[in-house]
């Protein structure tokens, strides 16, 4: 041992020091950045004695990393889900927040409540058919139901469409996302290779891939030389080297027959029914869900409940003409309709049903005609059920009101079974949608707590703590303060030497 | 011992998602506790909110029919108003008619008597309730019965005029009427004469009334009859007996003939008294269906308030109890959240 040797190994430590210090105030600095994973120096002796920062390297969980690249993807999906009913389940909401506490709208505007309204109205008619302004408010009624029906049809529409467009963002954001990967990626391959820090770069390209882990599910590893594979949770192939292409062409507005299109990689789809390869999570998931099953279905139960509606008031032939005439819309008829629509064709009418103009007096109708029957035909008097033009006849009314409790036959495709009454179906329909809406939203939120949950534990994994920093820096403090003694010491040593001599 | 550690990102926002879900609990009760429902019904009841809005538009049609009832029994009590006073003066009549069938002279009173009463019917059956003509079944547009004195001469009276001549050869200004036997008058007054105010003669001469009455709703299923109409045989009977007073009791008819037309005008006035009284009692029974329909209601529409009361109502004393936590629970939050953030080495590390 000399004194340079000594002179050596001081010099050593204070170049540690640095490192270590510059570790840790970028640890620090970092402390409260996303996705910024703790940097550690680790330190060895050297063959002198000495001691040098062999590595920086990046504490990194891949199983908690996973974990939460799962969850996010999980939440995404059903906080879509559940945004979307929502949306659709505020049009049927009958809370005090959504009423008017008298009127027509003082159960809300769902088409059950209306459909109560309008038999309430009805029955007041029935009972003093002789008064004008009892048909009145009847029409009036009927026309708010089918305004709902209207409305409800329309917020289906809409959700459907920003569905669809919440689609074409989010994949506009995962190949973004991918192209940037790209560069990133060669970069960590590249400094790797020549022994560079790429903590920074690979924070970034996790950073990236929990991004993509919002919109699709996705399964990533990583390459003996630092690069990252990426592939969606189906196993169809996102990033090898080079970023796959997301495609999807969005349809615009998206009305009751619009189906809208799927997502495609590299020609592949990775959503919709007809793909062998479909993704399992991510906000695609839950927005293809929304769009092409969960509103269509309350779309088509609307439609069911349209097109029974005009059914159920519809109106047939009272003359002793033969060949008798067929049955015509009443009441309810859609613009330009001339016959009553078939179960096969009801498709759409939600959007279009509308009370008939020539019982709607403030379209220069006669709303006596509702008790009188001759609706669809005013001037012919065939489908008049009044034959002796009583004012105090209600024997029609009364037909319409028990046709609302008949079982109706309903197509089962819209979820709710083949037969029930136009009134239990409406019900049914409405319990349909908020019992989905009370689900989604109780799985959104377990799913959203998992996501805190598993970030929580990634945080406390890989994430910076303050304390342990600052104490890291207090040791480090001392063995500056003890090298910088050890280096006087030895210079004065080294002096005495040198003035002895 | 496992080594636990925790980032001091996570330490500084571990409160944020609890301070975030208090926050907007708070809201959800301020809302709960000012309209004491459900801040979200549909949220909360789910697949129970189809049901829940079932028993709320079932107590609106039965608040519905309350209304309607009352319309249905104003117009009963109308009715029977009316026919109280047609059956008292039909009794009044009978009342005074009995000692001219066995008077020794033909007195022209008897005309007097058909007349007013006959006027009087008329217009006790053209009664209306707002503007529906309560006789008329369920023809309330038009007046039930036509005037019988109108000018030009009605078809009624037309009509009884004919029957006249065609059974005697004579008409009723002749004075051959002075011959007509008792026997003679009693086969006309309960032949041709009784068939006027019957049949298709009573409905094109004299009603305009439809047989059809009226009918209501008064409570779920179950529907009442809330009129009568003017074709009813005690109003025919009582037009019968009135008409054939007016028309030929001052014509001059013999002492016998004169008693056979008052006898027969009271047996058919009596019978027509009992017949109302009978459609009185039918109506009288609609009335009581209706007080009991509305019973029925009222106790109905209380159960369904209870049980929306249940379904829809929030524990007032729990939302006071959980709001007390929650701003607690907040205030905890906030305390814990400014300490953490004191709680931080670099305070306490001595400044170079």
Known sequence: MTLSSAFNIINSSFGTIGTQSSTIASNISNASTPGYSKQTANVLTDRFGGVRVASVTRVANMALATQLNTATSAAAEQSAISTGLATLAATVSDSSTATSSTGGLQNGDSPFAQLGNLATALTTYQSQPSNVASGQSAVAAAKTLAQSLNAGATTVTQVRTKADQDIADAVKQVNSALTQLQSINANIVDGLATNKDVGGLQDQRDTLVGQIAQQIGVSSSINPDGSLSLYTDSGVTLFQGIPSTLSFTPSGLLGPNGAGNQVYVNGTPITGSSSNMAVQSGAIVGLTQLRDTIAPQYQAQLDQIAGNLITAFQETDQSTTTPGLPALPGLFTTPGATSVPTSSNFTGLANQIVVNPTVDPTQGGDATLLRDGGISSPTSGNYSYNTTNAASYNGRLNQLLSSLQTPMSFAPAAGLGSSSSLSDYAQTSMSWLQSANNQASANASYQSSLQQQASAALSNATGVNLDAELTQMLTIESSYTASAKLLTTAQSMLQSLVSAV | ?352
């Open chain 2, 1 to 352: 011992m496992a080594i636990s550690t925790v980032s001091t990102a996570y330490l500084n926002s571990a409160l944020l998602p609890s301070v975030r879900q208090a926050q907007s609990q708070l809201a959800t009760l301020e809302t709960e506790s000012t309209t004491g429902q459900y801040a979200d019904l549909g949220l909360q009841l789910g697949g129970q909110n189809g049901y829940e809005l079932s028993l709320r538009t079932q107590d609106d049609l039965l608040q519905t029919l309350t209304t309607n009832n009352n319309f249905s029994d104003n117009k009963l009590t109308t009715t029977q108003t009316t026919l109280d006073s047609i059956r008292t003066a039909a009794q009044a009549t009978v009342t005074n008619l009995v000692p001219l069938t066995s008077a020794s002279t033909a007195s022209s009173v008897m005309q007097t008597y058909g007349q007013t009463n006959l006027a009087q019917l008329i217009s006790s059956t053209n009664t209306t309730a707002g503007t529906d003509y309560i006789f008329g079944g369920e023809n309330t547009g038009t007046p039930p019965l036509n005037d019988y004195y109108a000018t030009p001469t009605s078809p009624a009276k037309t009509a009884i005029d004919n029957a006249f001549q065609t059974f005697f050869g004579f008409g009723v200004s002749s004075p051959q009427v002075a011959t007509i036997t008792s026997s003679q008058m009693q086969s006309f007054l309960s032949g041709p004469f009784a068939a006027q105010f019957q049949g298709s003669n009573w409905t094109s001469n004299w009603s305009n009334a439809s047989s059809v009455n009226t009918t209501a709703t008064v409570a779920p299923g179950q529907t009442v009859q809330t009129s009568t109409n003017a074709n009813i045989t005690g109003i025919q009977n009582l037009a019968q007996g009135y008409a054939m007073l007016s028309e030929f009791g001052g014509i001059g008819l013999g002492v016998a003939a004169q008693q056979t037309l008052a006898s027969t005008a009271v047996s058919v006035i009596n019978h027509a008294s009992s017949s109302i009284l009978d459609t009185q009692s039918q109506l009288g029974l609609a009335q009581n269906q209706i007080t009991q329909a509305n019973d029925y209601i009222s106790s109905q529409s209380t159960m369904l308030q209870t049980t929306l009361g249940k379904i829809d109502d929030v524990n007032a004393a729990q939302i006071a109890t959980e709001l007390t936590t929650l701003t607690t629970q907040l205030q905890s939050s906030y305390q814990l959240t400014a300490q953490i953030s004191k709680l931080n080495l670099a305070q306490y590390l001595p400044t170079a």
